[in-house]
């Protein structure tokens, strides 16, 4: 494994209830393991999403896994080791809440990927970010005055308030509330183990 591999965010960190709270990287798990706060899954077979296929394991009995095809592992001294894909936090119960990041992928989300607008539903790339109050006019790049707009619809409100442009917002722009962690977590690496504790 590169060292690279090493220090990505490719462990799903769940609490004591399995229930999906954070990711690591396989250094922090490893560390995590040893010092026995955290225990690994060993998710067995293709299909996952039967209980009997994970077994927690011990930083002890880990270290005596066999490395499958297809894992990831790094070298030691006594051999290959495999990476674990999620472990499970021994004394933590919560799902902290977080709000989510202000970025274009989370105004889609906010606004059901319609125009503000018009009502239309959009189809990525159909659509862009629209200042309400022009950025020219000192409008904020923030969560109350950006929404989701056809790209149609923003290059001919321009530099304009909506109300200038003859246009009116569907509702007003307000910041998300705060949502359980694990509504937020995505699967970036597509690691199929992570399937059966995120949301679809």
């Given at each position: 494994m590169s060292s690279s591999i090493l220090n990505q965010n490719i462990v799903l960190v769940l609490n004591r209830n399995w229930q999906a709270i954070n990711t690591r990287t396989p250094a922090e798990a490893f560390c995590q393991m040893a010092t026995d706060t955290a225990t690994a899954l060993d998710i067995q077979g293709n299909d996952c999403r039967y209980a009997g296929q994970m077994v927690p394991t011990k930083w002890e009995d880990w270290q005596k896994l066999p490395v499958r095809k297809g894992d990831a592992s790094i070298g030691t001294s006594r051999g290959s080791i495999r990476v674990p894909t999620v472990i499970v936090v021994a004394n933590f119960a919560k799902v902290p809440k977080k709000r989510p990041k202000f970025n274009s992928r989370n105004i889609w989300e906010r606004d059901g990927g319609r125009c503000q607008y018009t009502g239309r539903n959009l189809r990525p790339g159909e659509g862009n970010i629209d200042h309400v109050v022009p950025r020219s006019r000192g409008g904020a790049t923030d969560w109350e005055n950006c929404v989701l707009a056809s790209r149609d619809v923003n290059s001919r409100k321009a530099?304009?308030?909506?109300?200038?442009?003859?246009?009116?917002?569907?509702q007003q722009p307000k910041t998300p509330a705060e949502v359980p962690v694990t509504m937020l977590l995505r699967n970036v690496h597509d690691i199929a183990d992570w399937d059966p504790f995120l949301p679809n």
């Open positions: 530099d304009r308030t909506p109300e200038e442009a003859g246009m009116k917002l569907l």
